[in-house]
């Protein structure tokens, strides 16, 4: 278990729909990462931030926006939602820029 | 742009037989990670290296910086079914850089 949380596991959803997914970090933990990963694929960077604020954006679609909250939890929206959408969605949580740590991932299914 | 290249992509292989998979660059990083992904999980870190030439076992596997710190590997001895997963590594550049991430190997092992 690496102390990252993730909700939900599973999401099915309708193409041209709106999800949210959430993200606790490990306690201590101030940087936040998602990333996607489609099938077969490696792990592709979305966006960073730390203690609240953005700090690097990745391939992040404009359809696609997070935040991170002062208790660190954060959470990614994916909106208007296509069928290329489909993947695992990881969060993962660190110190600062070290070693990552990550959770579960939530599975999403776009319809 | 900072690339990080494993190879190979995918490799199947018998119990018992021995692999090495490698990551390469042509930058140098301050340290770089080893991680494994079993299907439909997340990634979890196995080792990190910081010393180029640096040596770190971890039971049955074998990782290695390379002298430059522009190149790693990573070497499983009498591989096992458990060994099974996607292998990835991923560059920390230093200051406020993000890790680059290598694309994955896929390593299969047959019982």
């Known amino acids: 278990d690496s102390g990252v949380t993730q909700t939900p596991k599973h999401l099915i959803t309708a193409t041209g729909q709106r999800v949210t997914l959430r993200c606790s970090p490990r306690?201590?933990?101030?940087?936040v990462y998602w990333y996607q990963q489609s099938l077969d694929q490696g792990l592709q960077f979305l966006i960073q931030?730390?203690?609240?604020?953005?700090?690097a954006k990745g391939n992040i679609l404009e359809r696609f926006s997070a935040q991170q909250f002062p208790d660190l939890h954060s959470e990614l929206n994916l909106s208007s939602l296509e069928l290329g959408d489909s993947a695992l969605y990881f969060c993962a949580s660190s110190v600062d820029l070290g070693e990552q740590f990550f959770g579960p991932g939530t599975r999403l299914t776009v319809l | 742009t900072q690339l990080l290249e494993q190879s190979p992509q995918f490799l199947s292989i018998q119990e018992g037989e021995n692999l090495t998979v490698y990551c390469n660059s042509s930058s140098v990083f301050s340290s770089l990670q080893w991680y494994r992904q079993e299907p439909g999980e997340g990634p979890v870190l196995l080792v990190t290296v910081v010393t180029g030439g640096e040596v770190k076992k971890l039971k049955r596997l074998t990782f290695q910086f390379g002298d430059a710190r522009k190149d790693s590997s990573l070497h499983i001895t009498a591989a096992q079914p458990g060994d099974t997963g996607l292998y990835l590594c991923?560059?920390?550049?230093?200051?406020?850089?993000?890790?680059?991430w290598g694309a994955g190997t896929k390593l299969i092992i047959k019982p």
């Open positions: 931030y730390y203690n609240g604020e953005e700090r």
């Open positions: 306690s201590g933990d101030l940087s």
């Open positions: 991923a560059g920390a550049p230093g200051g406020n850089y993000q890790l680059i």
